[in-house]
């Protein structure tokens, strides 16, 4: 029943962050991916610190909605399936290391995206002709460290609100209601 009890919860975690994943990619904006991303299901990352389920669940979770972006991107979008799932795995496995520190352990999910994704993303970007930072006026064509420095400085700070301003209140909602002492 206990391994039972384990899978389920990670397959409602992969659910979950797979549909908040693709229904921000839905919206009009591009927050959800480019350079400067601001993923809802981001937030859910704070549940690693929860349980280890999210380990698999978060990883398997990251896969399924970048493969959603596969189906509408192209096979260059397989970047985001490898590298992106990858980031969320060390993430997940960070927060649960050092879950009795919160700071310390939402810090993971920030800091594996802010470097992993940046360093495939200018590629995906350019394999799509997405050159450009219009709100900077920046043509980046060409400028691989560049684009992965701005990566890094934005999905840094996209994801640090997202898991610090959303995720960390939702951690705390969650120990309230007990659910912490339940999984």
């Known amino acids: 029943m206990r391994r039972t009890a ?3 919860r990670a ?3 992969a659910a979950l962050y797979a549909a908040l994943t693709i229904l921000v990619l839905q919206l009009p904006s591009q927050l959800g991916w480019g350079l400067v991303q601001f993923r809802l299901s981001e937030a859910v990352t704070v549940v690693a610190t929860l349980t280890p389920a ?14 959603f972006i596969v189906a509408q991107v192209g096979p260059i979008a397989l970047l985001d399936v490898v590298f992106g799932s990858l980031a969320s795995l060390l993430g997940a496995v960070w927060a649960w290391k050092f879950r009795d520190r919160t700071a310390l352990a939402l810090l993971g999910p920030v800091l594996f995206n802010a470097l992993i994704v940046p360093a ?4 995906m970007l350019a394999g799509l ?3 450009e930072i219009p709100f900077l006026g ?3 064509e060409g400028h691989w460290i560049t684009m992965y420095l701005f990566g890094v400085l934005a999905i840094g700070i996209g994801q ?10 939702l951690l705390t909602a969650l120990r309230r209601m007990g659910v912490s002492e339940r999984v």
């Open 160 to 169: 640090a609100v997202v898991v610090y301003g959303l995720g960390w209140p």
């Open 11 to 13: 397959g409602v975690i």
């Open 54 to 67: 999210a380990i698999p669940g978060l990883w398997l979770g990251t896969i399924l909605a970048n493969s």
């Open 129 to 131: 002709g997405l050159y």
């Open 6 to 8: 384990y899978i389920a």
């Open 120 to 123: 495939y993303l200018p590629a």
């Open 138 to 140: 920046v043509d980046l």
